[in-house]
């Protein structure tokens, strides 16, 4: 695999004026390019056949097949190394990541698209820059979700039971997505976490600062393996501080953030921060 060649994506939207919008976007960044562009779900999951893209900008809402199931569809694809269609240059084994991209921020979409194995939900009003630091991310093999749909997607896997004891079980676990980051942009520990999730609610028992007075009876061994500090992070990341809020509210340098989030998430098995907010939750922390 060539490290330095470009992120290959497809634009899967019904709205021309829309898809030569990200198009432009995209199309301004040295490390992409746009290979493809489909009006409905259906020419997605053909140009994705074909093309083995790296990410795919999913719309929900198109007339025939719609994102959700395109997603369903290319995110079920083998990559196809040695393909007359692909390059050596871009011929890998890297899998076909989704994004999905949609102004309705509803429940139903957002625990549609990762079931359906998108490893992104973003809105459509999301700023350039934080479009293309989400496709960097998803291409590293992180995920990211809306600050705005995490809260609810959070509350959700609380409710659902897949959260136990830190691991996340059930449908969501068995659809294969990769889970987004609970702040921002960046799923894993480099990111800066542009944006932040608002607003996780309490869980019965916590008390005014964010403490939880009600100590789960069973907690992770790896919670011990924490340090004082590493906890401290913790739990600022479950109230869906950025890293750069982190640092601020903590006094510590941006790499020091970066440094504690990536041994947090060693430490407690973790595959992203939502995974971490989800731990942090069910050990008590928050």
């Known amino acids: 695999m060539n490290e330095s060649r470009s992120i290959r994506v497809i634009i899967a939207d019904d709205q021309k004026l829309v898809r030569a919008g990200f198009a432009m976007v995209i199309g301004s960044q040295p490390d992409m390019e746009v290979v493809g562009q489909a009006s409905d779900g259906a020419q997605a999951v053909a140009l994705a056949e074909s093309l083995h893209p790296d990410v795919v900008l999913m719309d929900v809402r198109m007339p025939g097949m719609d994102g959700i199931e395109a997603t369903s569809r290319i995110t079920s694809l083998s990559a196809a190394p040695g393909d007359a269609t692909v390059s050596a240059e871009s011929a890998d084994d890297r899998p076909t990541r989704v994004i999905i991209l949609t102004t309705f921020d509803l429940d139903e979409y ?38 705005s749909a995490t809260k609810r997607l959070i509350e959700k896997m609380m409710q659902d039971g897949y959260a136990q004891h830190g691991s996340l079980t059930g449908d969501v676990a068995r659809s294969g ?19 932040s999730m608002t607003g996780i609610p309490s869980p019965a028992g916590a008390a005014s600062d964010g403490s939880n007075t009600s100590r789960p009876a069973y907690t992770d061994p790896e919670l011990d ?21 982190i640092a601020d509210k903590l006094f510590i340098s941006l790499p020091t953030v970066k440094t504690h989030v990536a041994h947090i998430l060693a430490k407690i098995n973790a595959r992203d921060r939502v995974q971490a907010v989800v731990f942090a939750y069910d050990n008590g922390l928050v």
């Open 110 to 147: 957002v625990m549609a698209a990762i079931n359906a194995g998108a490893s992104g939900f973003l809105l459509k009003d999301t700023e350039p820059e934080t479009l293309i630091s989400s496709i960097r991310t998803v291409f590293q093999g992180n995920a990211i979700i809306a600050p």
């Open 177 to 195: 997505a990769v889970y987004g980051s609970a702040v921002g942009v960046s799923g894993g520990a480099a990111g800066n976490g542009a944006g």
């Open 225 to 245: 393996l924490l340090t004082d500090r590493e906890r401290e992070v913790l739990v600022e990341i479950a109230h869906g501080l950025s890293n750069q809020e």
